[in-house]
């Protein structure tokens, strides 16, 4: 992996960084642990990488209450 992430600007490399550590993220966690705004850049940059990048959809309570999705990315096979 080391080959795919030299390209990566520091914010994607964050990115990176997190779902390897915590398995996975989503859009708040990129906001408030990373202060990524962008996370579909970001994981389009890894994606173009090499790296495999899947999603899938989750649902969330927003701050009033109502029901949304959001997308949670992991690297395949490396969940946890």
């Not at 173009?48 to 959001?70: H, Q």
Request: proline share 2%; charged share 30%; aromatic share 8%.
């Amino acid at each position: 992996m080391e080959k795919e992430t030299a390209e990566l600007y520091p914010s994607h490399k964050r990115v990176l960084d997190y779902m390897v550590e915590h398995g996975s993220i989503d859009t708040m966690r990129a906001i408030k642990d990373l202060g990524n705004t962008r996370l579909s850049a970001a994981i389009y940059a890894i994606r173009r990488g090499g790296i495999p990048v899947s999603s899938e959809w989750k649902e969330v309570r927003n701050r009033y209450g109502d029901v949304c999705r959001v997308k949670r990315y992991f690297i395949q096979g490396a969940e946890k």
